[in-house]
């Protein structure tokens, strides 16, 4: 008899198709299933799989840049990063009202703090840069005081600008703030632009609408009755120097028209200062065209520079180059972290192959003892096994004092055994043996001993028996253990930095540092990522060679 | 039993003892001469101490005490690679990360033979086990029948004079076993090798062998061929162990020659039986009768038979035999076997007769 309708798919019984009424049958068991998994599955998501992947966004994140000066790196696209000479006017008067904005926010020295990873000094230029901001705007504030007493009232200001439609403008500013400090800004300012105004002083009204967020805002003070910071007076400055400005002043008949006029008419008396001459006064690195070509390359919203620095390159003028050889350091830790984690697996199978095999072979009740011995470091804090090597490693410790006291080692002459590379070996060999043994004890259980006397019946020695018959069927307890050793060795951090010294730290104990003392954590991200990725390509090589169904992990 | 001097004998185990913990015996006291081209089966429950004696012959356990000797030699101090010895493990013991050819050019290729030499070895031993087609297979992709026929191919395909079987039928499906049966007696026969066999199937050993120790307790309780082992068993244990008895206990109260005594069974009946380890009046014996040795039709009783009541507790209907259990002298395990003809009534319970058996037929053992 054939299930199959001679036109179409199977049915069951009740005429729907088999397969519907398959996966029909099986939803509640899926559902079930589901379920039963759930709980672990939303705590695994919250707390690890989404934190981890934010942190490794960072790696190529690059806002704070593009944020903190956005007019400035607006200004600077029309610059050639191959000049000799820093860019023009315009640009250094973007950053004047960039970086004022940003040293009220106290923004400015997170923005050094990033620029300063990729050239050393800028932390220090934003921070007494911002320090002296204030200086520049008073320029302009005493001669406009001067000249329109008006101005030191702050309700002149509010007065002046305020009226209605311009608060396109205002919602402009406010989302330039929102993106710089990384907070929504939300709420009444309690200002309305004047249209009209911000049409022929369009820098004042910019640098007001600034003021008056952040006071309100942030600050939570009345911006009606308060005096504007000195940005606002520079702006106006500003403003003035363009004719059609002071055109549409003197035709202006709005609120304070007259004192605005007043101040076109003694436009003599305002200064004639340049942003870059101020900025150079500040600091004379603001001249350096290193250090705008450093802002240009890193103005992008995204960057592959913290993966560059994380393989010892850097950005240059003309895309990619190697750092100099002395900055190198990347590299080199990436390669020991690798070959140490080789090493540390392979005299782990070396230690661990023949104990696995007493194990496995030995009557019960002594293996249960040898077990006991073999878990005994899994049932001891890490620190207090690491901290203990460190007693039994130094020059001065245990290990030198039998070999002296034995007459193998001179006393003057004691082993280093710690702070290098053979501490970390040593430590590290040790505290990760019990995860190799214990998959090669399990493969080896499941091997039974009839295959060795068989292949001694056969007529083959003790050692071509093991070699030919034994050893090949404990390969993927081999591999196991490899792979549990080697993966947990590349991403050690507290033996290393114990018994590590310089010679024997591993790429994670820098990926800590990045993160808890430099602060860079895009780098940590990107070197984070390079090491997930080389031992993702490693499992992946792995698979290819030995074939992961050959990895058992026991039974 | 037959004692073959020593150089005649293959293989000789010569008060050979074991213990593994120093208090028990495993082995007490075996005594076994093989001749050239034997095949003996050790038969025996377990912990009876048959695969002992095997790991012993095979070179994996060390005698405690005494000797074994192989072709005259002594082989104690011989590790298990250089005694040359076929094995057949329980379960195979085909290595698995090997190819079946892989295998069987094993025992070839730690011997050093040429790789052509190899092939042609292990083609011929494939093709004896008719698995010529299989060479390329791992054991994993073979059924249990045909890992059995490899694993057999290679315990021979180095020519070893003696070959070893421990239980290697075991794992096999019924029908499988008994065609594997076949085929293991006659490679055994054909190529002339000796074959000491481990089993604890009855049947297996009755039907291959040409000798069968029975062990019991560290002991070879017999040593003998399948049909004196079966019709004359020289104990109570091997009477047991070997196909169905019937036994029924007395007294023995009359020795009325050398093949004939008296007993009075423990319900008052009195038959006569022939004696086999009792030798004094007033012995107390088990009377040991096959099932297919008694008789129910008083009719087709022989001459000089003679008869006891009993009554039909159960009638099994098996196909090709009648199994009839009655209560005869107080036993009521009392099992009468009947060929299944047309004349052969099928019994209800409840029903009384008359059942009878030849004395020469009923065999008085130790209690």
Redesign the interface.
């Known amino acids: 008899m054939s299930d199959t309708t001679p036109s179409g798919p199977m049915l069951a019984a009740d005429g729907t198709p088999l397969k519907i009424s398959l996966s029909r049958a099986l939803r509640r068991q899926k559902i079930r299933a589901l379920a039963l998994i759930a709980p672990l599955l939303l705590f695994v998501v919250i707390t690890f799989v989404i934190p981890i992947v934010s942190m490794l966004f960072r790696s190529v994140e690059n806002q704070i840049v593009s944020h903190t000066m956005p007019e400035a790196t607006a200004a600077l696209a029309a610059w050639d990063s191959a000049a000799t000479e820093p860019p023009g006017e315009e640009v250094f008067q973007a950053l004047y009202f960039d970086l004022f904005r940003a040293a009220e926010a106290k923004e400015h020295t997170k923005l050094g703090t990033r620029l300063n990873y990729e050239q050393t000094g800028t932390s220090s230029l934003f921070r007494t840069s911002g320090r002296n901001l204030d200086d520049v705007g008073e320029e302009w504030q005493d001669p406009i005081e001067d000249i329109a007493p008006a101005f030191e009232d702050g309700e002149t200001w509010f007065a002046m600008l305020s009226g209605e439609g311009g608060n396109r403008i205002l919602e402009q500013r406010r989302r330039l703030w929102s993106e710089m400090v990384d907070e929504p800004f939300a709420g009444d300012v309690g200002l309305t632009l004047s249209s009209e105004v911000a049409a022929f002083l369009p820098l004042t009204a910019a640098a007001y609408s600034d003021w008056a967020i952040f006071e309100a805002l942030e600050e939570g003070r009345d911006i009606a009755t308060r005096d504007p910071w000195e940005a606002v007076y520079a702006g106006l400055g500003l403003d003035l120097r363009n004719a059609e400005t002071v055109a549409a002043i003197n035709a202006y008949q709005g609120p304070h028209a007259e004192d605005l006029q007043l101040l076109t008419a003694n436009l003599d008396q305002l200064p004639d200062l340049m942003f870059r001459d101020a900025f150079a006064e500040l600091d004379e690195d603001w001249l350096s065209p290193d250090v705008w070509r450093t802002i240009k390359i890193y103005s992008p919203d995204y960057t592959s520079g913290y993966f560059l620095n994380a393989v010892d390159m850097e950005k240059g003028a003309d895309g990619a180059q190697m750092r100099p050889e002395n900055q190198q350091i990347y590299l080199t830790l990436f390669m020991r972290t690798l070959w140490m984690s080789l090493l540390i697996t392979s005299s782990c199978i070396v230690l661990g192959y023949p104990v696995a095999w007493l194990l496995a072979n030995l009557p019960l009740r002594t293996a249960n003892v040898l077990m006991i011995l073999v878990l005994l470091p899994f049932w001891t804090s890490l620190l207090v096994r690491t901290s203990a090597w460190k007693v039994l490693l130094q020059q001065q410790g245990v290990i030198n004092e039998i070999l002296v006291w034995l007459g193998f080692v001179d006393d003057a002459n004691r082993l280093i055994l710690m702070n290098n590379a053979t501490g970390t070996i040593i430590a590290m060999t040790h505290i990760l043996l019990p995860f190799m043994i214990l998959p090669l004890y399990s493969v080896m259980k499941t091997i ?1 001993p ?2 060795l ?10 050692w ?2 093991f070699w ?2 034994y050893f ?2 404990s390969v993927p307890g081999i591999g196991a253990g490899s792979i549990l050793v080697f993966i947990l060795a590349i991403g050690y951090y507290i033996t290393p930095e114990i018994v590590g010294g310089t010679d024997g730290v591993f790429i994670s104990n820098r990926i800590a540092y990045h993160i808890s003392s430099s602060l860079n954590w895009g780098l940590a991200a990107a070197l984070g990522t390079i090491l997930l990725a080389v031992v993702l390509l490693l499992y992946w090589l792995y698979d290819r060679i030995v074939g992961i169904d050959n990895v058992k992990l026991g039974g | 039993m037959k004692d073959l001097g020593t150089e005649q004998s293959f293989v000789k185990f010569d008060r050979v003892q074991k213990s593994y913990d120093g208090e028990n015996l495993v082995v007490k006291d075996l005594n076994l001469d093989m001749p050239k081209g034997e095949f003996l089966t050790m038969l025996g429950p377990s912990g009876s101490g048959k695969t002992t004696c095997l790991m012993m012959l095979a070179g994996f356990e060390t005698a405690t005490h005494g000797e074994i000797l192989l072709d005259g030699k002594p082989i104690n101090n011989i590790p298990p690679h250089k005694r040359g010895i076929g094995m057949v493990f329980q379960n195979y013991a085909l290595f698995p990360h090997m190819t079946v050819a892989e295998n069987l050019a094993f025992p070839l290729e730690v011997r050093k033979l040429d790789k052509s030499v190899r092939e042609e070895k292990v083609k011929r031993a494939l093709d004896m086990v008719q698995m010529g087609a299989f060479g390329g297979r791992r054991p994993a992709q073979l059924s249990g029948g045909q890992q059995q026929r490899v694993a057999l191919a290679r315990a021979l395909v180095f020519e070893p004079e003696l070959v070893l079987m421990d239980e290697p039928l075991g794992a096999l499906d019924k029908q499988l076993r008994e065609h594997m049966q076949f085929e293991i007696t006659r490679l055994a026969h054909s190529l002339g090798i000796t074959t000491v066999y481990v089993t604890h199937d009855q049947t297996e050993a009755l039907t291959m062998s040409d000798r069968v120790a029975v062990f019991e307790d560290g002991r070879i309780q017999q040593l003998a061929p399948p049909d004196t082992l079966y019709e004359e068993p020289d104990n109570s244990f091997v009477a047991q162990f070997i196909g169905e008895n019937n036994t029924l206990e007395g007294v023995v109260t009359q020795m009325k020659g050398p093949d004939l005594c008296e007993v009075k069974l423990d319900g008052g009946e009195v038959i006569d039986a022939k004696p086999v380890n009792v030798s004094n009046v007033g012995d107390r014996t088990r009377v040991s009768i096959r099932p297919e040795r008694v008789e129910m039709n008083s009719e087709r009783l022989q001459e000089g038979a003679h008869t006891l009541k009993a009554e039909v507790l159960e009638f099994i209907y098996m196909g090709d035999i009648f199994r009839t259990r009655l209560r005869v002298a107080g036993n009521e395990e009392f099992v009468v076997k009947t060929r299944n003809a047309p004349d052969q009534a099928k019994l209800k319970p409840g029903t009384q007769l008359e059942i009878g058996w030849l004395p020469s037929d009923c065999r008085a053992l130790d209690a």
């Open positions: 039974p009839s295959y006397r068989a292949a001694k019946s056969l007529g083959a020695t003790n071509t028996a030919r018959v090949p069927q």
